[in-house]
């Protein structure tokens, strides 16, 4: 008796669709996480890409916990002396909601070639609307 291994080839792929309204980001993070992967699959290979699409909803109605809003922070560094510029996600949300899940999701992936092959599986809104529904998503409960 052998281990099965998918083959890139042979992998289905399906389309889901989670609406981010009032869920906590990191247990969001982490389903999301999840599917990109293909851990929800009997035929999740680790080094190869079995992940489905996801869709991601609402991103503006993340819900954070705590003070986390205000104390948390993002840092970019322009590599030039002094060039650090932190922003709190409460601001964040407002130039960018669809970052905050996407940096979260990308955190939880392999930090290699097929994480970010993962990672462009992922389309995230910050409304309602989305331009995918000829691919017929499935909806994706938390």
Do not use: C
């Not at 291994?5 to 999301?32: H, T």
């Not at 922070?73 to 002094?82: D, E, I, L, Q, R």
């Not at 130039?95 to 994480?115: D, Q, R, S, W, Y």
């Not at 609307?129 to 017929?136: G, M, R, Y």
């Amino acid at each position: 008796m052998s281990t099965y291994m998918a083959k890139p080839a042979e992998v289905e792929r399906k389309w889901f669709i989670i609406d981010a309204e009032e869920k906590p980001l990191g247990r969001l993070a982490s389903k999301i996480a999840q599917v990109l992967r293909g851990k929800h699959k009997p035929v999740y290979t680790p080094h190869v890409d079995t992940g489905d699409y996801v869709i991601v909803i609402n991103a503006e109605k993340v819900k954070l916990t705590g003070n986390k809003w205000q104390q948390k922070k993002y840092y970019k560094h322009s590599n030039y002396p002094g060039g650090i510029k932190e922003i709190t996600y409460e601001k964040l949300v407002q130039k960018k909601p669809e970052f905050i899940i996407e940096k979260a999701v990308k955190g939880m992936l392999p930090h290699n070639t097929l994480g970010n092959k993962m990672l462009k599986k992922i389309k995230v809104y910050a409304g309602n609307e989305h331009p995918h529904q000829a691919q017929q998503p499935k909806k994706l409960e938390l």
